[in-house]
């Protein structure tokens, strides 16, 4: 097949290298985001799929809006069989879903109707699924609505971050996407809809999500320090300054204290009492300091249990 590919970041990378090195397919042109001034010196940066599609010489397109009439009529102009979309981050208009002969087919992080949106693999993790997935979905108009192609389920162990649950399937994406193109192109799938009643909504990572609340159960901050380790971390205050927070384990029984409060200290490690159980540390970062092992912190921090510092 002759193929369009539209996507953005790394996790899109495996996909879109797949398609490149396939003999069944020729990727004609990628389409990705406009690139982004970066850091004081506003140098502009190109997307890592627009650096992955120059390493092989493919025309890269960067629309600011791909609704635009110009950026439409330049894409009928190039050769397609499929667009296949991954992490994109625009929505397409129905003119372009029924422009290819094959239509659109989304590359998807999740067990579709289950986490569509922005962030599944992450909101995955923070409410505490222990299955996810890809899922390869003929699109629509609607946010991940349309019909399901194919899925692949993998499992998200106790101490998955988002990180290594992104290199789960970041290659079972390229595996799927591949076998799905074959299934389309032979008819031998038959697309299958989605019950809107079981969709859950993975809505968009924001920085000021990573703030935790010690008033919630430990069970929850864990999950939260894990699912936002890539971005935005997990942060709370710590008297009066931002402390990051990397790696933490659950200790379920409560102790004597109020949530925010130092509930226990070694030389390793130490403790916080939360709404339901107690946090213990294990990585964290202080503000301006490189990111450290809870032993290295209490080197350079006196806590004492009872004392309430957190919060």
């Not at 990727?27 to 001034?37: E, F, R």
């Not at 600011?64 to 296949?84: G, Q, S, T």
């Not at 591949?178 to 799938?189: M, Q």
């Amino acid at each position: 097949m002759q193929v369009v590919f539209m996507g953005t970041p790394d996790f899109s990378i495996p996909v879109l290298e797949g398609l490149i090195s396939s003999d069944k397919h020729e990727v004609t042109a990628v389409i990705t985001q406009p690139d982004k001034a970066r850091g004081r010196s506003g140098k502009l940066t190109y997307t890592p799929v627009k650096q992955c599609a120059l390493e092989h010489d493919i025309p890269v397109y960067t629309p600011a809006r791909v609704k635009e009439k110009e950026f439409i009529d330049e894409l009928k102009n190039i050769p397609c069989d499929v667009i296949v979309v991954i992490a994109f981050g625009q929505i397409l208009p129905k003119e372009i879903l029924t422009m290819p002969k094959y239509g659109c087919v989304n590359v998807h992080a999740s067990l579709l109707p289950r986490w569509r949106g922005a962030a599944p693999m992450q909101w995955a993790i923070i409410t505490g699924d222990t299955v996810t997935g890809i899922t390869t979905m003929q699109m629509d108009e609607g946010l991940d609505t349309g019909d399901m192609l194919l899925k692949k389920k993998v499992t998200i162990e106790p101490d998955e971050t988002d990180e290594s649950l992104f290199n789960k399937l970041a290659p079972l994406g390229r595996e799927l996407l591949l076998e799905t193109l074959d299934g389309i192109e032979d008819g031998s799938i038959r697309p299958k809809k989605q019950d809107d009643s079981e969709s859950t909504y993975a809505k968009l990572l924001t920085k000021e999500l990573g703030r935790i609340d010690f008033s919630w159960e430990a069970v929850r901050i864990e999950r939260y320090v894990r699912g936002l380790s890539n971005w935005p971390n997990v942060y709370c205050d710590f008297k009066g300054k931002t402390l990051k927070l990397w790696k933490a384990a659950v200790i379920p029984e409560d102790s004597e204290y109020e949530p925010g409060t130092v509930s226990g200290v070694n030389k390793k490690s130490f403790t916080v009492q939360t709404g339901k159980g107690q946090l213990q540390f294990l990585e964290v970062q202080p503000e301006g300091k490189k990111r450290m092992d809870a032993a290295s912190f209490l080197n350079g921090n006196r806590l004492q249990t009872g004392e309430k510092c957190f919060s």
